[in-house]
């Protein structure tokens, strides 16, 4: 049976993470789940357990944490369905069936490419290998679960003919779900809606199952491909939170919503994503990717429901519909407002936080309490952009192998001086001086002397959180480290695992601009620590002074 609404399949923790640069600790993946979860999508494609043995272990955790019973502010009673992507060999389907065991509704996802470029170059195997495979491998999956969902990889440049027996191969051995990649962003709407139609006229027992579609956005075309489908019968859609994924990424999840919901007059289905987390849940991505929202962005983007032109405004004061196809609050973006001062407690401070979709309890909220009450201190009024701020800044980081304790640079047109003191590992203090270019380079320069884990600094950008001289300034920076051993593992290919450069990102947000520097320096740093840590779990004091 066809499902009544459009089926959400998130894969920000799969392909999402495949973009460069994106990677997360165990603990932020798993927010992240968490906040899927809420948000209401109906699949989480929790990783590709066979990638590496840390790779296997965050899918589990998921599959425990938030596929048994889904997380309290889910408004379904029934967990999301956990996935886990598989290559078309046998011990990668076994991998994805051991990690999504614990989920009450676990599902593997195994791929195999059908076009001829890749049946030519990459598999060397023909049309009827490539076939027999995916029947072995399909039914290898359905000996270890019911909910078995096949793409044929590269699908938007596959042979159709060849397509339909590649699906109904994929339907034999027990494929419930039928994923049509765009994998390289190659076709249009009208196409690739087209290509739909003829799936179901053409594949003998496709009303037995779903099909799915997961576009790449090469030509900017990824969401537009989606919903053309939909048109045609598709009723589940791959997407990724900003539309993060490899290369120029996936169709973004907030855009695929909103289309189906603004215009539901002409779709006539809809998702059962509660739209109003949409931006919150794209917040928290941005912060634990370090893959910035551009301001422009559509649903989400800070000028999404901003209203400049003199004409536009005059309008939206008479009417808010002449501008305006949706409300910010349908999607979760409320009007900053003046919040909190000086003089407010704990109590006001979670009930905000709550509010604002964050229901923080226990350490969390002594941390960010501590840190408002600071920052209350330097600035009058504090508003809600600024409680996000520091909020993300306490609790989205990577475990903190290294602390800042303290910080003094000396700047102007002589030497810029930099004197650091940290906590490593270990728990000891330790301090160091250096001179620099500027203060940045200064006081980065100190903490290497004392971190010792060399890196490139790739990007480094500051902005205000809010108006005002008093305004909190938050840092993102992405450094790569110089020593490549850990090069980013090309999940679906590993045989390129070393060829692509692994760059780590950390974010800090504080009144001087200086510390949040420093602050989000050494979150990446940590970051490559955990990450590293992550693989090989003996090495707790890796990084540590040598
Ligand atoms: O883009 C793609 O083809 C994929 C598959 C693994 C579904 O990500
Ligand atoms: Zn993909």
Known sequence: MQPDHVRIFDTTLRDGEQSPGATMTSSEKLEVAKTLSRLGVDIIEAGFAAASPDDLRAVKTIAEAVGVTGVEGRTS???????????AHKPDIEKAAEAVAPAKHGR???????????????????????LAKIGEMVAYARSFCD????SPEDAGRTEMDFLYEALQAAIEAG???LNIPDTVGYTIPEEFGGRI???RENVPGIEKAVISVHCHNDLGLAVANSLSAVQHGARQVEVAINGIGERAGNASLEEVVMALHVRRDLYSIETKVDTTQLTRASRLVSKVTGMVVQPNKAIVGANAFAHEAGIHQDGMLKHEETYEIMRPETVGAGQTQLVLGKHSGRHAFANRLVELG?????????????????LADKKKLITDAD??????????QPEEFWRLDAIQVGCGTGMPTATVRLTGPDGASQTAAEVGTGPVDAVYKAIQS???????LIEYTVQSVTEGIDALGEVSVRVAPDEQSDAEPDKINPQYAHSRARVYHGHGAHTDVIVASAKAYLAAINRILAIREAKQPESKAAGSAA
Do not use: N
Request: hydrophobic letters at 40%; glycine letters at 2%.
């Open 450 to 456: 004392l971190v010792h884990v060399p890196a490139t």
């Open 197 to 199: 139609a003829l799936l």
């Open 175 to 177: 494929a419930r779900t």
């Open 108 to 130: 593997i996802h195994t791929f195999l490419a059908t076009s001829p470029i890749h049946r030519e170059h990459k598999l060397r195997m023909s049309r009827d290998q490539v």
């Open 147 to 150: 909910d078995v969902e096949f």
């Open 77 to 87: 009673s029934e967990p999301p369905t956990i996935c886990s992507l598989a290559r």
């Open 358 to 374: 964050y229901p923080i309890s226990g350490d969390g909220l002594d941390k960010a309490f501590a840190r408002f009450k600071k």
């Open 387 to 396: 409680v996000l701020a520091l909020v993300s800044d306490e609790l989205y």
